[in-house]
């Protein structure tokens, strides 16, 4: 996409998330079902619109993430969505937010000061996880440090430093953190006071809660390098065997 194309993505989705959330709120299970239909029909042009290696890299991402959402949700009740199941707008919610974050950190405006950025996004978020520590108050006033946001905002840093890809991370972070904030104001999910089995308090959200999403796109690069190689792999041992056969 060119640049104007990229902030008109972004600007959309926002959009979306925007309007679709308190539809959801106020709706019923089939008020659900039809923003599932819509934000799948989204990505489904969205991906028709990107080059091949792009539309991979969403593809293993959704399946990453719906795979993470049934655990962590389904299964493990780390957090619950308002009607108990894990709607359908969900997953192609996360290949739109995966795309919306890789044109946003594309930006020349946002790439010129890329450095910068990091250095901005990682002071805010350390900030933004000392206070859920100091001032305990996500579930009321009686709730409990937000260790899982501390522990969260590790991981983040770490990949802040370390990562291939500051920039997009720093990206991620910021968009989690806001759709976190006004998803779970408005009580479309919540999260567990404290996680089941490991008992440790966790804001609604948690503040570091961003670094889900710099760990999936990790994941998903990963995931789409090994299989491009092990395809590479055998392309070149079916040339070398063609060539064998050949005389």
Do not use: K
């Amino acid at each position: 996409m060119t640049a104007r194309g990229s902030l008109t993505f972004v600007s959309a989705f926002t959009a979306f998330w925007l309007v679709a959330l308190p539809l959801d709120r106020a709706g019923t299970l089939d008020g659900q079902h039809w923003l599932g239909l819509l934000a799948w029909t989204c990505l489904g042009i969205a991906l028709w619109l990107q080059p091949g290696d792009i539309r991979r890299q969403v593809i293993v991402l959704v399946c990453v993430a719906t795979v993470l959402e049934v655990i962590g949700s389904i299964v493990w009740g780390a957090y619950r969505y308002r009607l108990g199941n894990l709607p359908l707008y969900v997953p192609a919610g996360h290949g739109l937010f995966y795309l919306a974050a890789l044109h946003a950190a594309s930006l020349a405006s946002l790439t010129r000061h890329g450095r910068s950025l990091v250095l901005a996004t990682g002071t805010v978020a350390t900030a933004y996880m000392t206070w859920g520590l100091l001032r305990p108050g996500f579930g009321g006033p009686d709730a409990l440090p937000d260790l899982l946001g501390f522990v969260t905002w590790a991981i983040f840093m770490r990949f802040l430093i370390r990562g291939r890809h500051p920039l997009l991370y720093a990206v991620s972070f910021a968009m989690t953190t806001a759709l976190e904030l006004y998803g779970t104001g408005l009580g479309v999910w919540t999260w567990s006071a404290l996680l089941p089995g490991l008992w440790l308090p966790a804001g609604n959200p948690p503040t570091g809660i961003g670094a889900g999403y710099c760990a999936m796109d990790a994941l998903t690069r990963r995931i789409v390098a090994t299989v491009g190689r092990r395809g590479t792999d055998v392309a070149t041992t079916a040339g070398h065997a063609g060539r064998a056969i050949s005389p």
